[in-house]
């Protein structure tokens, strides 16, 4: 079922790529204002003026790397099996980087999702960085990252990696209890992600972040520590822990129909949540938002929030989200339709919209109070509505008040979806 925007938050803890999309979706932003883009060969934002250039912040920029082995039942992006096709993807995003080479004057984060990006070889990885560096110019500092899987590596791979330029690595763990990874039909065995972590600071990386999920049928509290615990002995310098999510059409969904395990009552699954933020932080993590922790300020995840701040980013590859100045777009998820396009010299475009100024106002909030950051109590219209709104919040413990800004507490995170709402009536 779909989830509105009155549900517990962490009942839609996804990442950040993908909230972005859902904004449309659920809330109906800019929904009036899509367009089909086929055929679209300009360019979807206007040409920027040469004296505003340089006060630019710097943008993001992610590749989606739409491979996978096989598919976990859980998942819904757009993601294929035919790794013969990494060439023409490869040539084709190519193509694109050369359409998108005036997008920003310069970038410092790039992430490479997927799908599997740790699919590509080293060599291939390399190719594309370097294409990378040819066609945008980047950040000293650029933060940049990969997504990857422990059964797709080894010491030799892991440090060819890093060899790339490679500098933060997320591995996609979810799970030390292999019946859990087996329910998630993930690849690998807790042997293997034990493995790999293991010669991840042998390799070279100093950035690492584990992917984890709860609320999955059957898992206890003490279960879910334990693997936090185990986590926590790499010293990971970044944790997401996501919750389960059955998205419609996926097999996980089919599996839920015919009854063959129910989802956590939502009141545990907000223990999870409650319980997760406590015990992280008491261990030195700063739950920055929703879903994710890091080792201090420093080890935030870059390039996710720019996604939260609203800052410029491009998405290359199919189904890539990107935006820049108010006006966000998409490409095809189909592989095909994206390569097709490009081959014919066209923007992959799937749509577009733009966002009028309330519609920033409520994504501001509503990403905002997703995060420790907060909102500004600017994004409150009237002071009559500020004082009400931020009276009842204050009272039931879901927020404090401080330098001009809402800050959302941990109980405050729970239901964000909310307390936007409120900060909107």
Not at 87 to 108: G, K, T, V
Not at 139 to 164: C, F, G, K, M
Not at 294 to 323: E, Q
């Amino acid at each position: 079922m779909d989830p509105c925007p009155l549900q517990p938050v962490w009942a839609r803890a996804r990442c950040p790529c993908y909230l972005v999309w859902e904004l449309g979706k659920h809330l109906e932003v800019g929904k009036q204002q899509a367009r089909h883009l086929c055929h679209m060969k300009h360019l979807p934002w206007p040409p920027l003026p040469k004296k505003e250039m340089t006060k630019i912040i710097p943008a993001g920029l992610y590749i989606h790397v739409p491979f996978c082995r096989g598919k976990c039942p859980y998942c819904d992006f757009a993601s294929g099996t035919d790794l013969s096709l990494i060439p023409d993807w490869l040539a084709a995003l190519d193509r694109e980087m050369e359409i998108y080479r005036d997008f920003a004057p310069r970038f410092d984060t790039i992430y490479l999702g997927g799908g599997t990006p740790s699919l590509l070889t080293p060599i291939q990885l390399k190719g594309l960085l370097d294409r990378l560096q040819k066609h945008f110019s980047c950040a000293p500092d650029t933060e940049i990252t990969l997504e990857a899987n422990p059964d797709d590596l080894s010491l030799p791979v892991l440090s060819q990696y890093r060899e790339t330029g490679i500098n933060r690595l997320s591995l996609g763990v979810q799970s030390f209890d292999d019946w859990e990874l087996g329910f998630l039909g993930r690849r690998h065995d807790a042997s293997q992600a034990l493995r790999v972590l293991s010669l991840v600071r042998e390799a070279g990386f100093d950035k690492l972040g584990i992917d984890l999920m709860y609320g999955l049928p059957g898992q206890t509290l003490p279960g879910w520590q334990k693997t936090l615990e185990t986590a926590l002995s790499f010293q990971p310098e970044h944790l997401s822990c996501y919750q389960l999510t059955v998205e419609e059409g996926t097999p996980l969904a089919q599996r839920q129909a015919a009854g063959l395990f129910q989802s956590l009552p939502e009141e545990m699954e907000r223990t999870f949540f409650l319980f997760t933020s406590r015990f992280l932080e008491d261990q030195g993590y700063l739950h920055y938002e929703i879903s994710n922790f890091a080792l201090g300020p420093a080890n935030k995840s870059r390039h996710n929030c720019k996604y939260w701040n609203h800052t410029n980013y491009l998405g290359l590859g199919p189904a890539a989200h990107s935006h820049r100045d108010g006006r966000r777009w998409w490409n095809h998820d189909s592989l095909e339709e994206y390569c097709q396009a490009l081959d014919a010299g066209q923007a992959p475009l799937a749509g577009w919209e733009d966002l009028t100024g309330e519609e920033k106002r409520w994504e501001a909030l509503y990403l905002g109070l997703r995060t420790s950051d907060g909102i500004s109590l600017d994004l409150v219209q009237t002071d009559a509505l500020r004082e009400a709104v931020l009276m009842k919040a204050v009272q039931a413990g879901l927020g404090d008040v401080r330098a001009g800004r809402f800050l959302p507490t941990r109980e405050g995170m729970v239901v964000a979806d909310r307390l936007a709402l409120w900060f909107m009536e």
